[in-house]
T-cell receptor, first 113, second 112 residues
Framework: GQQLNQSPQSMFIQEGEDVSMNCTSS?????WLWYKQDPGEGPVLLIA?????ELTSNGRLTAQFGITRKDSFLNISASIPSDVGIYFC?????????????FGKGTLLTVNP | DTAVSQTPKYLVTQMGNDKSIKCEQN?????MYWYKQDSKKFLKIMFS???????INETVPNRFSPKSPDKAHLNLHINSLELGDSAVYFC???????????FGEGSRLTVL
């Protein structure tokens, strides 16, 4: 099946620093999504990307859909303590009603105040 | 109002027991999912229903049986629970024609 390689696995940064994480795939996706999971909660959608080359921002978050359709990155600028959590990329290939989302293994972000 | 709600949030039970987790969404979505998150936080799809019809069924032991009485509900029944079934199970629903999933808060299952 399709696999997503997400890196880094974990990051320890100081408050105020910028963060970058990315996902690569062995196959093409037509949608990329980025989710954040807080402890004890379900993943929450941060950004959705639908076109190759698309660059989308959501506050301090910016994500891009790679031109090859096989990768995506997420940047967080000026990190704050509440950015702590697990960030997941997810890729989607939709066919008919079969929308199957494949998740990366997550990036655990720790922000030191 | 909670968009996707699961019950129970925590479930501790003995090996061999049968248990169910319930999920309801009030978003009006047609498609619902069950995902399993293991101790390493990996999210793996188990099932998906579209308008009460099973459309995704990954390689999951047949001890796991989803049931969708209507498009707003997707329940998960697990027979003969095993230690390896311990995980957090997430229900999700999807907005039509997009890949955007909305997740519940998860149900943490511990099998002793």
């Amino acid at each position: 099946g399709q696999q997503l390689n997400q890196s880094p696995q974990s990051m320890f940064i100081q408050e105020g620093e910028d963060v970058s994480m990315n996902c690569t795939s062995s196959s093409i996706f037509n949608t990329w999504l980025w989710y954040k999971q807080d402890p004890g909660e379900g993943p929450v959608l941060l950004i959705a990307l639908y076109k190759a080359g698309e660059l989308t921002s959501n506050g301090r978050l910016t994500a891009q859909f790679g031109i090859t359709r096989k990768d995506s990155f997420l940047n967080i600028s000026a990190s704050i303590p509440s950015d702590v959590g697990i960030y997941f990329c997810a890729g989607l290939n939709s066919g008919g009603s079969n929308y199957k989302l494949t998740f990366g293994k997550g990036t655990l972000l720790t922000v030191n105040p | 109002d909670t968009a996707v709600s699961q019950t129970p949030k925590y479930l501790v039970t003995q090996m061999g027991n049968d248990k169910s987790i319930k999920c309801e969404q009030n978003l009006g979505h047609d498609t619902m999912y069950w995902y399993k998150q293991d101790s390493k936080k990996f999210l793996k799809i188990m099932f998906s229903y579209n308008n009460k019809e099973l459309i995704i069924n990954e390689t999951v032991p047949n001890r796991f049986s989803p049931k969708s009485p209507d498009k707003a509900h997707l329940n998960l029944h697990i027979n003969s629970l095993e230690l390896g079934d311990s995980a957090v199970y997430f229900c999700a629903s999807r907005q039509a024609n997009t890949g955007e999933l909305f997740f519940g808060e998860g149900s943490r299952l511990t099998v002793l």
